[in-house]
């Protein structure tokens, strides 16, 4: 070998090091680890605990393209208590209702039918219609909370007449906003979509939270749908990951289409060990998760703040224009505490490392804020005859 090549490849070597671990990283982990303790915008947001890397790093070795056990394993352990024959490990909650409605849908033109609110509408960057070529039919639920039958009735599309794309998939989610989908009525729509050849997809990204408030099981919540999403890394804390279930056919079509969405992922054993850690230890915890936020809506009740959605399970979203403040001074003002919060909005996340002194502190400061502004001269708006507020400015931060 010439002294020139192995000087050149020296010179390589050194450009291409990369050392990201400081001399302080395990502290600033555990500062880290602190700020999420206090950190309300979302659930997606939780650390992996040192308990959980250490078993996820157990797992067995393989490329998953291929064969990966213990990917495997939990691509049949989650579609088993979900009655449903087989699963597949994806990357993310975007990416699994992707690959779930474009395996459904076959032959365009043709709709999805949906809540206007939904995650596959608002939040996934018009992916049906990237990569499905699909239009959607987003509808406002007329009682405010969930789509029932008759919405679906009155906007479900079928029948031959060609200036209409035929409804093929109805989505629903569950939980939405936090917000628990009644069971009975999922199933009269499945039952209803099922008498028209429509298939339906469930993005149940939170469902965990469901079952466990409920005490439902996930067969039960999971069988009126075809596909069903299921994410690891909101409620339960894992670091990446979800999981879509469905027919075994439907699960083999699944894995080209991720594939052709470039989601093949060669080791994810870790992944999968981290994933199956968050099953058996984090799912327990959910229960105290939706006893913190019940704690804080009623708390915020107290106060004089109105909500604006009530926390069925991990989330609350209220007014702040309700006691004369606004999301940023409330934000602002909790990043200058001794021990700050982190906010994000009309929106109000708990999560399984969320503390009890987190929430006392956010109360705390809600009702300084209130009782400052009633001092200053503010007085809450009166209510209308239809329940609804005078000149109430609402800004929702997801």
Request: net charge negative.
């Amino acid at each position: 070998m010439s002294s020139e090549l192995e000087k050149s490849r020296a010179s390589i070597i050194k450009d291409v090091k990369l050392d990201l671990i400081s001399s302080t990283a395990e502290a600033d982990n555990e500062l880290k680890r602190a700020q999420l303790a206090r950190t309300f915008i979302s659930d997606t947001i939780t650390a992996p605990t040192k308990e959980m890397y250490a078993y996820g790093v157990l797992a067995t070795l393989g490329d998953d393209v291929y064969h990966e056990p213990s990917t495997h394993a939990l691509e049949a352990h989650v579609a088993k208590i979900t009655g449903k024959e087989a699963g597949l490990f994806v990357s993310s909650g975007t990416m699994s209702n992707q690959i779930g409605l474009r395996t459904q849908l076959m032959q365009p033109p043709y709709t999805i039918l949906c809540d206007h609110r939904a995650h596959i509408y608002k939040y996934e960057a018009g992916g049906a219609a990237f990569h499905s070529g699909a239009h959607v039919t987003a509808i406002v639920p007329q009682n405010g909370h969930h789509l029932t039958l008759d919405d679906i009735k009155g906007n479900v599309i079928y029948g031959p007449d060609v200036h209409f794309a035929p409804t093929e998939v109805i989505a629903l989610e569950n939980t939405l906003n936090g917000t628990i989908f009644p069971q009975e009525e999922i199933t009269a729509i499945s039952e209803f979509a099922r008498s028209k050849g429509i298939k339906m997809h469930l993005d149940g990204a939170r469902i965990w939270h469901v079952a466990a408030e409920t005490g439902t099981s996930l067969k039960v919540l999971c069988e009126p749908f075809d596909s069903v999403s299921l994410c690891f890394s909101k409620g339960l804390g894992a670091p990446v990951g979800s999981i879509l279930v469905g027919s075994q056919e439907f699960i083999t079509r699944a894995r080209r289409i991720r594939k052709l969405f470039g989601g093949g992922m060669r080791q994810t054993g870790l992944l999968a060990g981290c994933a199956a850690y968050a099953l058996s230890n984090n799912f327990p915890l959910l229960p105290r998760v939706h006893a913190l936020a019940r704690k804080l809506e009623q708390g915020l009740k107290d106060i004089g703040v109105t909500i604006l959605s009530p926390a069925e399970t991990c989330m609350i979203f209220y007014d702040a224009p309700s006691i004369g403040t606004t999301y940023d001074e409330i934000a602002e003002r909790a990043l200058k505490l001794p021990e700050p919060l982190f906010l994000g909005g009309s929106r109000v996340v708990t999560h399984i490392q969320t503390t009890e002194a987190a929430v006392d502190d956010f109360l705390k400061l809600i009702a300084d804020i209130a009782e400052e502004k009633k001092k200053a001269g503010f007085v809450k708006p009166q209510v209308n005859g239809d329940g609804k507020y005078h000149d109430v400015y609402v800004r929702r931060t997801h």
